[in-house]
């Protein structure tokens, strides 16, 4: 099923919130997983699935939850993902990145000094 079918049962401008949805969330996904294939072609199929599973949505509530779901995924994705890769027995190192991973600071934003 081509994505442009599932989002034809909403009405045009929803179509628009959902499609600009899912595009955020898999280039959120494309940043978060960069280099693990795996990652990359799992992460794709479960959107996919759950965009699917709702491709007829007749309440304005329902798809506004929907929306502010996928926004808040992205924004993990974003944000709170960062990959390891192991090392050595029991060894992993991270692959922060300080424009983008959330600090513990709760003052600053991702990217602030």
């Not at 898999?26 to 965009?51: H, N, P, T, W």
């Amino acid at each position: 099923v081509h994505l442009a079918q599932i989002i034809l049962c909403i009405p045009p401008m929803a179509t628009r919130a959902a499609l600009g949805a899912f595009r955020n969330i898999m280039r959120a996904r494309a940043v978060a997983f960069k280099g693990d294939e795996e990652m990359l072609r799992e992460s794709r199929r479960a959107i996919r699935e759950e965009f699917q599973k709702f491709k007829v949505v007749e309440s304005e509530t329902t798809l506004s939850e929907l929306l502010q779901g996928a926004e808040e995924a992205t924004t993990m994705l974003k944000h709170q993902i960062v990959q390891g890769v192991r090392k050595g027995d029991g060894e992993y190192a991270m692959n922060i990145d300080p424009e983008r991973h959330v600090t513990m600071d709760p003052n600053k934003l991702p990217g602030e000094k």
